[in-house]
């Protein structure tokens, strides 16, 4: 991925923009569709060979398998392109090449110039080739995948893994039944070793079960203007954690971070959110905890403030500071029984006070989030105090999601009946506008979405996966991180994409064995190359 902040190459852009810049580029002259046909086979073909430098050299089998539209043709293209290299290719197509689009149409004509089209069906009788290409289905998947073509894939996915190692498979633009929009799968497509996709990568490419099927993946260049799409999904990279660094001034200028922790023996999470805000860089950070769990903390915290809030009358007192310009509440927050009730009441005073403070921000994790969960009242009240709050961010994970927003969940959840499919990003974007404010959608594929739809997405996946972050305590520090970030004068949106950003960098920089508490310890390793 090319992380230029100002050009388009941080976005991620769905099959209808991608036809869209393809249109505009068609329309304005510089270009035709048999063009961007021949560059997308060729690129599909250099990087089938930079993948797997063997096959640059000598003559080798290909099995190419051909779907009705375009990207059927971008297969023609490929089957030309090997054949030419002296390859042996065979080449199926799914349906009648008198109803293939006239580009598609096109390249079958070239190809059946030079060598035979078989139909589908009899793919599955193909010995395991050198190189597999998955050239079905493309953007243009409207429908889950057809039984006799699941059984063909199941059939070369059969042959493939019966000889380890042998083929490599590289699908074209997605997977074929891959939704590009939303990375679901629409029945069962094969699984790539590698997916090459054309001038921009798809949300599915890093969504959902996109990574998994798209093995590696490569954005091909096929000469598209690079100017940015208004309202494309942006993909964070490093561009979005520059401006982090750190310039000079008093203590007071970087902030004042107050995390809000719960009774004795729960404070951990809270003092991994604080350590991570001081970590970040506020210039200040407090734990508020009640009595009885003042000598955990204090026995733990050294350059982390700590002040006694035995309930929402104490936070009001603390909050009645209008230094304090970022609070985070929930990591570790709720006791048993009946103390949820006042923990209830400490979410809901911070959101009240907050107009006190001109650019306090507040971010909700974890329990800030589920002490409201049911019934629907209670979810109806804290959405409505988020809105009139302002200045939010609630960091959810797929479980406090579903319980805030069980009917957004439960789209989620129903089976896909056609494409494009709603998506994470599509849930998160509904619930940032219902809640009116920012939503962070952790996971692997993490999507942060702003009331007004304004999107970006942190994939934890390709050359960036961090599946040690699937630990205890690593959200409490990614909730820290945007607490801090607030306090240094961030918006929450671009709060949350640098800290979602720094806390797979961090935890990629520790690898193995991470913990937790090692994600604040090794920020300033992260933070160092940025300037920070
Ligand atoms: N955009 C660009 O800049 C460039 C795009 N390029 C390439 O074009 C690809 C997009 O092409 P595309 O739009 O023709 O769509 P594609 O994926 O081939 O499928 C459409 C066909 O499939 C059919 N169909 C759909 N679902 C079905 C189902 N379940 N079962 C059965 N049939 C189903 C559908 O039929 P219909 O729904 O109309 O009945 C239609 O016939 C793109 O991925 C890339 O590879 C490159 O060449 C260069 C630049
Ligand atoms: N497999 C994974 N790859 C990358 N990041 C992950 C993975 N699993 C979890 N994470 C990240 O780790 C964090 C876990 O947060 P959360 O589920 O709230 O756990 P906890 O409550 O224990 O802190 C989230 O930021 C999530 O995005
Ligand atoms: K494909």
Excluded at 179 to 197: E, F, K, Q
């Amino acid at each position: 991925m090319d992380e230029t902040e100002s050009g388009g190459r941080a976005e991620l852009l769905t099959a209808a923009q991608m036809r869209a810049a393809e249109r505009a580029a068609i329309d304005g002259g510089s270009v035709t569709g048999l063009q961007l046909m021949e560059r997308a086979g060729a690129g599909v073909v250099a990087a089938a060979l930079a993948e797997r430098p063997a096959l640059a050299e000598g003559a080798h089998r290909a099995l190419v398998l051909c779907g009705p539209g375009n990207n059927g043709g971008d297969g023609f293209v490929i089957a030309r392109l090997l054949a030419a290299r002296g390859w042996t290719v065979d080449v199926h197509l799914m349906g009648d090449p008198d109803r293939l689009p006239p580009d598609a149409r096109a390249n079958h004509d070239a190809w059946a110039r030079t060598g035979p089209v078989q139909p589908m069906a009899a793919a599955r009788d193909a010995a395991p080739p050198d190189l597999v290409v998955d050239a079905v289905f493309g953007t243009g998947i409207g429908r889950p995948l057809p039984t006799g073509l699941e059984q063909v894939l199941d059939a070369v996915r059969g042959a493939r893994d019966s000889d380890p190692g042998r083929s490599l498979t590289v699908a074209v633009d997605v997977p074929s039944g891959l939704c590009a929009d939303s990375g679901r799968p629409l029945g069962r497509p094969l699984p790539a070793d590698l997916t090459v996709t054309f001038h921009r990568a798809k949300p599915g490419h890093v969504l959902d079960r996109g990574p998994a099927l798209c093995g590696r993946l490569v954005i091909a260049d096929i000469g598209l203007p690079d100017a940015p799409v208004p309202g494309a999904v942006r993909w964070i990279g490093p561009w979005a954690a520059r401006r982090t660094a750190k310039t000079g001034g008093h203590k007071y200028r970087h902030g004042h971070a107050l995390v809000v922790a719960g009774g004795f023996g729960r404070t951990g999470a809270a003092r991994l959110a604080a350590r991570a805000a001081l970590r970040v860089g506020a210039g200040l950070v407090t734990v508020a905890a009640p009595a009885a769990a003042m000598p955990e903390c204090a026995a733990q915290l050294t350059a982390i403030m700590l002040r006694q809030a035995d309930g929402s009358n104490d936070l009001c007192d603390l909050l009645a500071d209008d230094r304090i310009n970022a609070v985070c509440l929930g990591p570790g927050l709720a006791p048993e029984g009946a103390g949820q009730t006042e923990a209830r009441a400490m979410v809901l005073t911070a959101l009240q006070m907050r107009s006190l403070a001109k650019g306090r921000g507040i971010v909700l994790d974890a329990d800030a989030l589920t002490l409201f969960s049911w019934p629907p009242e209670k979810r109806e009240k804290l959405l409505a105090e988020i809105t009139a709050a302002g200045g939010c961010v609630m960091t959810p994970h797929d479980g406090e999601f579903a319980r805030l927003f069980p009917d957004l969940a439960s789209r989620l959840e129903a089976e896909p009946g056609g494409g494009p499919a709603w998506s994470r990003l599509d849930a998160a974007r509904a619930a940032a506008a219902r809640a009116g404010c920012v939503v962070l959608l952790k996971g692997p594929d993490t999507v942060i979405a702003a009331p007004d739809g304004t999107a970006a997405i942190h994939a934890a996946a390709y050359d960036r996966a961090a599946p040690w972050l699937a630990t205890a305590g690593a959200g409490d520090v990614l909730a820290g991180l945007i607490a801090g970030l607030i306090a240094r004068g961030h918006a929450p949106f671009d709060a949350a994409c640098a800290a979602a950003w720094l806390h797979v960098e961090a935890a990629r920089t520790f690898g193995p064995g991470l913990i937790a508490e090692d994600l604040p310890e090794a920020l300033p390793g992260v933070l160092r190359p940025l300037g920070a």
